[in-house]
């Protein structure tokens, strides 16, 4: 009995290392891209089109209209948001969420599901497990998409905004996300600021860049300046340009032009004496 359980369990250990990986037909892809101080993560699947027609009225199409999908292969795609944000004009708790839709000729519903165990059993889908609902237009591509694609777009300038997008065959779906990191940088100011006197040059900074109170932001770059580096000609910099944005053109050209003087003296400028230049010509 003995020498069979010791047959059994080598046949068993054979038979779990003789396991053949082979390449997906659908490949895995995990997407992570930081929008303001959020992660948003996407974890897909790539079908390809491989001559078949993708979108369309009737049973001739991969993906018919106004019928539930589950938005890529296999067991569908799973979108993580590291923080609470807004989609679509819609407050979407931190989290996993299934993305799921119903594609139509001219604009598609998107589901951010809940319950992301369903995978890809929509039989499984219960509305009320749904976190937001959305209706956005759809847009026809000069270009052919051969693999299904998802991708973060158009991240606005002052990082708050971008777009989601869905891309297969010849549709392109966007949906946009909105992030406030305001609360979580104001926390991390009031604390860094009681250890590291180098943290009121940044926290200037952030007021000047997202128009606040621009007497503290000169409060604060002074405190920079005092207790920082004696020759950071670039914080003086920052200085001049709070005090053009505070109206103070007379004191912006002064330390504008102290900047000047002492990016002049350095090894390297880091190219300040032309930020400076053009600084005083402004004024």
């Known amino acids: 009995m003995k020498r069979i359980l010791i047959v059994l369990l080598v046949a068993a250990s054979l038979g779990a290392s003789a396991q053949i990986e082979t390449p997906a037909p659908s490949p895995a892809v995990t997407l992570t891209t930081r929008i303001g101080l959020t992660d ?3 974890n897909y699947l790539r079908p390809r089109m491989k001559g078949r027609k993708i979108y369309g009225d009737g049973k001739d199409f991969l993906v018919p209209y106004n019928a539930m999908w589950r938005t890529g292969a296999s067991q569908g795609t799973v979108i ?3 923080d609470t944000v807004e989609v679509e004009g819609k407050k979407v708790p931190k989290g996993d969420y299934l993305l799921l839709s119903k594609p ?5 519903t998107l589901y951010l599901h809940k319950n992301v ?3 890809g059993d929509l039989g499984a889908y219960k509305p009320e497990n749904d976190a937001a609902s959305f ?7 000069t270009e052919k998409v051969e693999m299904f694609t998802l991708n973060v777009t158009d991240l606005s300038d002052d990082n708050t905004k971008a777009n989601i997008q869905i891309a297969w065959e010849n549709t392109s779906v966007k949906f946009g996300v909105k992030v406030n990191f305001d609360k979580k940088v104001l926390k991390a100011i009031e604390t860094a600021t009681k250890v ?6 940044t926290a200037a900074r952030y007021y ?5 109170d621009l007497k503290k932001a000169l409060e604060w770059v002074d405190l920079g300046i005092a207790g920082g ?10 200085k001049a340009r709070i005090q053009k944005a505070a109206g103070d053109k007379a004191g912006a050209k002064a330390t504008a032009t102290k900047s000047l003087e002492m990016a002049r003296k350095a090894p390297d400028d880091f190219g300040y004496i032309k930020q400076n230049e053009d600084l005083v010509k402004t004024l």
């Open 40 to 42: 948003v993560k996407i």
């Open 80 to 82: 993580t948001f590291g």
């Open 104 to 108: 139509g000729a001219t604009e598609w």
């Open 117 to 119: 165990g369903i995978g």
């Open 135 to 141: 209706v956005v237009k759809s847009e026809k591509l």
């Open 196 to 201: 590291n006197p180098n943290a009121y040059i």
């Open 208 to 212: 000047l860049d997202t128009n606040k």
């Open 229 to 238: 580096e004696p020759n950071a000609f670039w914080n003086v910099h920052l």
